[in-house]
């Protein structure tokens, strides 16, 4: 046993440890979102199951649905000096979740670039599911090893083509504070890096394992996770070097569907996660949006996304074949508010023009900390063991 009182320490959006006990609650609360329905059994895998949409993917398919499946994430457990990561504690009690409804779910820590991953998870692909009905790909990472050279690849957020200058929200002992950020303008090699690590290549070679070992379900869709986003924050993210990365994640998409797989992509909207927090200006962006519209949630958009790959309801397509989960966000009424707080935002007033105490909670939310009922005087145990798999009924 290992207990101890957990406290929100960390720089900036980012926390060193995190808290077992609001993390499971806040997995329930997520489930809590989800309406049930009754349907023929179904086979997922999830790549990028512990955080944001991969989290309230899983999430929403395991309990609106029933679906069976294997997730997949990279997280870290506890040591004698920190907690283990939020999304390992997510994860322990997304299966606490699916033995309670009777699904099978078996998730695997692990590097999902890697073939040996590939080779592990289908083996259990092979054994528990018989095949696989639905992948949701939803990475993001830092840096990917590719296993057919042996190179390993970092991506970049900078800008292409010129210097960027965006205001971004920041806090100075809880109090909001207005910045401007500079942006580098990346290089070519930087540039094809961040497609390297971001792009559909590992996609793309989880379909093709999954074909070589005759996996692949009649009916077999597939569906990556990805991000548009508004002008205001356009030449960090979607004309930036990540920007780079998600057009080659659609040009994938249009491949496989060449290829004869059903592939698309899912744009969603925004929303506060642990890889979105680190963007300069995002926090500023969602937290105006917040306030002037409100934001449809991860677990809502998933639910959503599972209804029209289920066929559920109908796919709402945009001219380019991607799935649009953003509407409500893109809406030009919505933006029109948003843009004219973001222009009018200065650091006297950043406290009224933007939500910026609702979106540093959201952010304290992601590590387990400011989660109604959890008593964060009391000590907590952090050593949680990874979860073995559950037997569907």
């Known amino acids: 046993m290992s207990e101890r009182v957990v406290k929100p320490v960390g720089r900036g959006f980012l926390f060193l440890d995190s808290h077992p006990a609001g993390c499971a609650r806040v997995v329930r609360e997520m489930a809590a979102e989800v309406p049930s329905r009754s349907a023929e059994r179904r086979t997922a895998l999830v790549i990028g199951s512990s955080s944001g949409y991969g989290l309230a993917t899983t999430i929403a398919g395991l309990a609106r649905y029933g679906i069976d499946g294997i997730g997949v994430c990279f997280e870290k457990a506890a040591t004698a000096r920190r907690t283990a990561t939020?999304?390992?504690?997510?994860?322990?009690?997304?299966?606490?979740?699916?033995?309670?409804?009777?699904?099978?779910?078996?998730?695997?820590?692990?590097?999902?670039?890697?073939?040996?991953?590939?080779?592990?998870v289908l083996a259990l692909v092979a054994e528990q599911l018989g095949g696989i009905d639905h992948l949701i790909y939803s990475v993001a990472a830092p840096r990917r090893t590719d296993p057919s050279n042996g190179e390993t690849y970092q991506s970049?957020?900078?800008?292409?083509?010129?210097?960027?200058?965006?205001?971004?929200?920041?806090f100075d002992d809880g109090a909001p504070v207005l910045q401007d950020v500079g942006i580098e303008v990346a290089t070519d090699d930087e540039i094809a890096q961040t497609v390297k690590v971001m792009g559909g290549e590992d996609w793309a070679r989880w379909i093709t394992a999954l074909q070589e070992r005759e996996l692949l379900k009649r009916g077999f869709?597939?569906?990556?996770?990805?991000?548009?986003?508004?002008?205001?924050?356009?030449?960090?993210?979607?004309?930036?070097?990540?920007?780079?990365?998600?057009?080659?994640?659609?040009?994938?998409?249009?491949?496989?569907?060449?290829?004869?797989?059903?592939?698309?992509?899912?744009?969603?909207?925004?929303?506060?996660?642990?890889?979105?927090?680190?963007?300069?200006?995002?926090?500023?962006?969602?937290?105006?949006?917040?306030k002037v519209a409100g934001l449809q949630t991860p677990v809502q958009q998933?639910?959503?996304?599972?209804?029209?790959?289920?066929?559920?309801?109908?796919?709402?397509?945009?001219?380019?074949?991607?799935?649009?989960?953003?509407?409500w966000e893109l809406n030009d009424?919505?933006?029109?508010a948003v843009r004219s707080q973001w222009e009018s935002a200065t650091a006297e007033n950043i406290g009224e023009v933007a939500d910026a105490a609702w979106f540093l909670a959201e952010v304290r939310r992601l590590y387990g900390f400011d989660v109604p009922e959890v008593d964060?005087?009391?000590?907590?145990?952090?050593?949680?063991?990874?979860?073995?798999?559950?037997?569907?009924?």
């Open 302 to 327: 998933s639910i959503a996304l599972w209804d029209q790959l289920t066929g559920e309801a109908p796919l709402d397509l945009d001219d380019e074949g991607r799935i649009r989960l953003d509407r």
């Open 221 to 290: 869709s597939t569906a990556a996770l990805t991000y548009i986003g508004s002008e205001l924050t356009g030449p960090l993210y979607r004309q930036g070097s990540i920007g780079a990365a998600k057009v080659d994640l659609e040009q994938t998409a249009l491949k496989l569907a060449a290829d004869g797989v059903t592939a698309m992509t899912s744009v969603n909207g925004a929303a506060v996660t642990q890889a979105s927090s680190a963007i300069p200006g995002i926090g500023l962006y969602v937290s105006i949006l917040h």
């Open 86 to 120: 939020a999304g390992w504690y997510r994860t322990a009690e997304t299966a606490a979740l699916a033995a309670e409804l009777g699904r099978s779910w078996s998730f695997v820590n692990a590097d999902a670039f890697a073939d040996t991953t590939k080779d592990e």
């Open 156 to 170: 970049v957020l900078k800008a292409i083509g010129a210097e960027h200058t965006t205001k971004s929200l920041a």
């Open 333 to 336: 009424e919505v933006q029109t």
């Open 376 to 393: 964060y005087t009391a000590e907590t145990e952090v050593d949680v063991a990874w979860p073995t798999a559950t037997t569907g009924a």
